[in-house]
């Protein structure tokens, strides 16, 4: 999967005597057997299909849409989501344009009458007449649903759409890095059932962003708080749930996660489905750039951890981190460092529902994990150059210049000297002098 990949056709919903086919168009996909044009991963009936169109036009509009300085968003075209076939489901993924929500809807076996799902990864073809054509899908439909005859499409009778190109920009693929780790921190705060979502839905503003608070869960469902409370979740812009009112009818349950650094995860229990949405701390943060990957990455063994793990990780649905290191013959710290640079790669991700990390093939550039982290790479340069010595109870970090930050253990963890941890405290990651005396101690063993 790639830039610059085709499509052979556009994705369509057609008419075909008493059922509707959709056909999703798949570009370019990594699968079992290598990366294949336009692979088939999907054909058969769906058991809902106005929940699944449902659904899978709330993951476009979250691509579709940037939250934060909305008025650029006339300049920005509209990006293909991402689906992943694990063999017992499709998972299909996008971001804003801001990068700050990210979206999935998870089509789960329930959610299907028959039909054998594949295995892979590639994007699928959401134009904006299928758009138009999902939005008109009923109750009694009857609906065949192929990922990737030629494609992932959707189309009405009368319509030929032209073959357009394939986006997968790096902030995505860093958001893909980031997401997966910020969801496995967080925790269940509240639920809500039935009817109580979509009035919960009802009563948030549709102008982006929104406004920001905490919700705290009490008798009567969430109440909104100026400040945080026991259990409270804080909902950042409040308009970056829009989304998510395109399944509001079908909610059977809303659960909310919370996370310590204010990033928020909302899922809803569909039939046959489930609709994820990751909120970033602020409307303005977006997700390529949080750092929380920093600490696991912080090491020298990290990229010969992942690739010993990617030979056993396989296309299973859910990644077991015991049975991994029992395949690979590793403890479990270097499992953790190996999925952490699989993380830093876009290559897994996390199901808040299921507690359980997953695979999703994106193409492998270990290079790009320097890249895509400056403090990293400026950990490892400070290392290189000597600037990192023992001083009494701390670290000494020296600049060029001469300057120096030091580096201390106290409490629950590392403290710095430097403006960035002053400012962040560790919420962004931590800085580039902590990784580096992390990567100095890792070298005295």
Known sequence: MSAGAAYLAASSLRADGTDTLLALETALGATPV????????FSGMLARPEVAAAALLAVADVAGSRYFDAGLMRRLASLD?????SGDRLRFESFSACN??????DLLGEGIDSGEIAHGTTNVDINQPLRTALASVGRTALMHLDVGTDGLSVATPDEVHEERRVEMPDRWVRGFAETPVLAARMTPRAELAGPAVARFLAGLPRAAPGPSYHLVPGPGGLRQSTRPGPGSVHLAGAARLSAAARV???????????GEDGASGWVFSLPGAR????????PYRGFSGEGSLLEALGSERAESSASRLLEFLAWEPVIDHAALGELAGMARPGVDQGVAFLAASGKVGFDLTEGTWFHRELPLDTGRVERDNPRLRAARALVRDGAVTPDGNAWAITAVDGHRQWVTHE?????CTCLWWAKYRGSRGPCKHVLAVSLREESLG
């Open 34 to 41: 290598g990366l294949v044009e336009q692979p088939q991963f």
């Open 411 to 415: 409490g629950a963890g590392p403290q």
């Open 248 to 258: 509001a009818r079908f909610a059977t349950r809303l659960t909310v996660f919370g």
């Open 81 to 85: 989501p991402v689906v992943t076939a």
């Open 100 to 105: 700050g929500v990210y979206a999935r809807l």
């Open 275 to 282: 609709l994820t949405l990751l909120l970033s701390p602020e």
